[in-house]
């Protein structure tokens, strides 16, 4: 296979040659993702779903390109949509996430030569960007730039996480492709071995300085002793597996947590979902065809079935067997000198498309004293995703980590045959929910259970605790509660209607919660996934924790709940939804009333927002805006504000921009009414605003 190329280094000191790399690297990646959807039979493939929890593959056909469009306008390399539809439908919907829309009655999707026309324009007006835009040397987390790798970056994701959803489509749908061989090696498993590692640091996390991309969750620092502790030399084989599976592995209870054993009387697993039980005897499915059982191969699993297996196997040896933590598989990778992927020869891994377009046998590539520290498939730890010291959220992808915080998605370590890119770095930290699959399976360690890592279960960032705070927090200073506030004012005005509603803007979703107590449904809608997380964290579990500072480095903590704040009842009329005001999604439309708290001056286009938003309401519906009308250029461009600036010599105010603009649809019916609002910075300092609160009816 002709190798792909490797992440670049953004640190070059020629720009000319940066540019020339960074294009050459997005038209490998994007070439390369389109070759991997050729494997697909007919245009029907793109849209029967492979998986319930997951879109259709047109989805995923779209998503990577408009990807490109929404982050680059964030970072204003580009100035105006390509499609807003589609760069509206094709947004968001990824992982399963109760807030995604996975409803397909809410989408049309466009026909596959719809969408491949659509990538020939985003490819166009990538290329034109890097080969004009202005370019300095280094390119960092700050540089506008970034946005451009990320999108790249992005692509090599769903390259891979893609062909796991083509591996679970109906063979009827997929075809072997010669852009994609396979590995044909196969035969019976050496047996497995434990070997010892010494006692020894682990260092983790990614340098701000470092040359190469990253994503949030990789920087920050952390470094601890492990004590030492024994490690099988390979992956468990699908023949060390298979002993499981015929001891009955699946059907006794005591070898599986309470979460995996739902999983499995769910789905009514018997044995690991690529494998194929036929008169013949076992097979595999692979990505595009069915092969003979390669017995000598990694077992591809989930994280429910690698530590039921690691239960059981405890039990045979006497040994105490579990899946490693993050931490011990640093200090494997240290120790058996795995080298990343450079441009100068192919890597010795099953990785980065370098040899096969499948898993391998488990003994092939020896790294140190073990095999397959890196490559082949990825590996499950025991270790739920959480933030390094010093974690910041990139303010143009916030929600690529943070809604994995939650102990519900676990780390898997060293990439896959076809991990690429980013992924294939030692630093590379991704996290799944331990009952998806991907190409991923395990390597079994024996010793003492691993120190803690720091739990993720208190939210710490600190612009999403100050929002968790500021909408179900104390009352401070006798100020009532703000989104409170406004739903009672809200529903003051609707008056008995009660049909739908739409928060926009619902940050954690208190007004969502107080709306429902008159409204039937509510849609809550935000831009951030971080913030929109902890309202789904109330609806689901009832409860919320946070960490607040106090002083200098004292944090306090915080709990809240949906009982004692009275909103318990209302948690099942309210949908949760990530969206840009500005580019809303078809489906949100038909509302008696729209609340847009503090929305307007964040806006990139307020005019765009407020020229369509009548097409979202009812006949007499309702329109309530507030705002403390803090035009700043980092969120709005100036030519964009709709107030706060002399024309003609004259003083133009948001209220008469609000005019100009809803005039022509609305009725003003509420005058212009300050509500405060106390927002919390430590113990000792709070910030005290006025919000302006308007209420407009839709004529007609």
Request: hydrophobic fraction near 35%; proline fraction near 5%; include cysteine.
């Amino acid at each position: 296979m002709e190798r792909l190329n490797r992440t670049p280094r953004l640190d070059n000191p020629d720009s000319d040659t940066l540019r020339h790399e960074i294009l050459d690297y997005f038209h490998t990646t994007f070439d390369r993702y389109e070759q991997l959807f050729e494997v697909l039979t007919c245009d029907e493939a793109f849209f029967v779903k492979p998986i319930a929890l997951r879109h259709p593959l047109i989805f995923y056909y779209g998503h990577t390109a408009t990807f490109f469009i929404n982050k680059l306008l964030l970072s204003g390399l580009v100035e105006q949509r390509i499609n807003p539809h589609f760069e509206s439908i094709f947004a968001i919907g990824v992982d399963e996430m109760s807030w995604d829309d996975l409803n397909d009655d809410h989408y049309n999707w466009p026909s596959v030569a719809e969408v491949k026309a659509y990538r020939d324009q985003v490819r166009q007006t990538l290329d034109r960007i890097i080969r004009e835009a202005p370019l300095t040397s280094p390119i960092n987390w700050n540089h506008p730039w970034w946005t451009i790798v990320m999108g790249i970056e992005h692509e090599r994701i769903h390259l891979e996480t893609s062909s796991v959803l083509i591996r679970q489509h109906e063979l009827r749908y997929v075809q072997p492709h010669p852009a994609w061989p396979v590995c044909r090696d196969s035969g019976p498993a050496p047996a497995n071995q434990l070997i010892e590692v010494p006692a020894g640091k682990a260092v983790l996390g990614k340098l701000r300085e470092d040359s190469r991309y990253g994503w949030d969750n990789e920087y920050g620092h952390r470094e601890i002793m492990l004590d030492s502790f024994k490690a099988a030399q390979m992956l468990t084989s699908n023949q060390e597996f298979l002993a499981f599976v015929e001891a009955g592995g699946y059907t006794e209870r005591r070898w599986w947590s309470e979460e995996g054993w739902n999983w499995r009387d769910f789905t009514g697993a018997v044995y690991p979902t690529f494998w194929v039980e036929s008169e013949d005897g076992w097979q595999l499915r692979l990505m595009c065809e069915q092969v003979y059982m390669p017995w000598d191969w990694p077992a591809e699993v989930n994280c429910h079935e690698a530590e039921a297996f690691c239960r059981w196997k405890s039990e045979q040896t006497g040994e105490s067997i579990r899946l490693p933590s993050e931490d011990e598989w640093y200090r494997l990778y240290d120790l058996a000198r795995v080298a990343e992927p450079d441009s100068t020869a192919s890597v010795n891994a099953n990785l980065h498309l370098d040899h096969f377009a499948s898993s391998c046998p488990v003994y092939r590539f020896a790294q140190g004293d073990f095999y397959d520290v890196s490559g082949n498939v990825w590996q499950w730890t025991q270790t739920p995703i959480y933030p390094f010291e010093g974690f910041e959220v990139h303010p143009c992808y916030d929600d690529f980590t943070t809604p994995t915080f939650d102990d519900r998605h676990n780390l898997i370590k060293g990439g896959s045959w076809i991990s690429c890119g980013n992924e294939s770095l030692r630093s590379a930290r991704y996290a799944f929910r331990r009952h998806f699959f991907q190409h991923a399976g395990f390597r079994y360690v024996a010793g003492a259970p691993p120190k803690a890592v720091p739990s993720s279960r208190y939210e710490s960032d600190a612009l999403a605790s100050q929002y968790a705070e500021f909408h179900y927090g104390d009352e401070q200073f006798g100020v009532a509660n703000f989104p409170q506030a406004l739903a009672r004012l809200a529903i003051e005005l609707v008056g008995q209607r009660s049909g739908k509603a739409l928060d926009l803007g619902c940050a954690t979703g208190r007004a969502s919660f107080e709306l429902a107590r008159h409204f039937e449904q509510v849609d809550g809608v935000d831009f951030s996934a971080r913030l929109i997380n902890l309202g789904v964290q109330l609806q689901q579990q009832g409860r919320l924790r946070y960490t607040l500072p106090d002083e200098g480095e004292l944090v306090s903590y915080h709990e809240r709940d949906l009982t004692s704040l009275g909103l318990a009842d209302t948690a099942d009329r309210v949908s949760f939804m990530q969206g840009d005001a500005c580019n809303l999604k078809p489906i949100l439309k038909g509302y008696d009333l729209i609340l847009a708290a503090n929305l307007i001056d964040r806006l990139y286009s307020p005019r765009q927002f407020l020229s369509q938003v009548h097409t979202r309401l009812n006949p007499g519906g309702l329109l309530l805006i507030a705002s403390p009308y803090t035009w700043l250029e980092e969120h709005t461009p100036k030519e964009e504000w709709l107030g706060g600036f002399k024309r003609d010599g004259e003083n133009v105010t948001t209220l008469d921009g609000l005019h100009e603009v809803l005039d022509e649809h609305f009725e003003l019916i509420h005058e212009p009414e300050a509500v405060p609002f106390v927002i919390r910075e430590t113990r000792r300092k709070f910030q005290h605003t006025l919000s302006e609160v308007t209420c407009w009816r839709l004529q007609g």
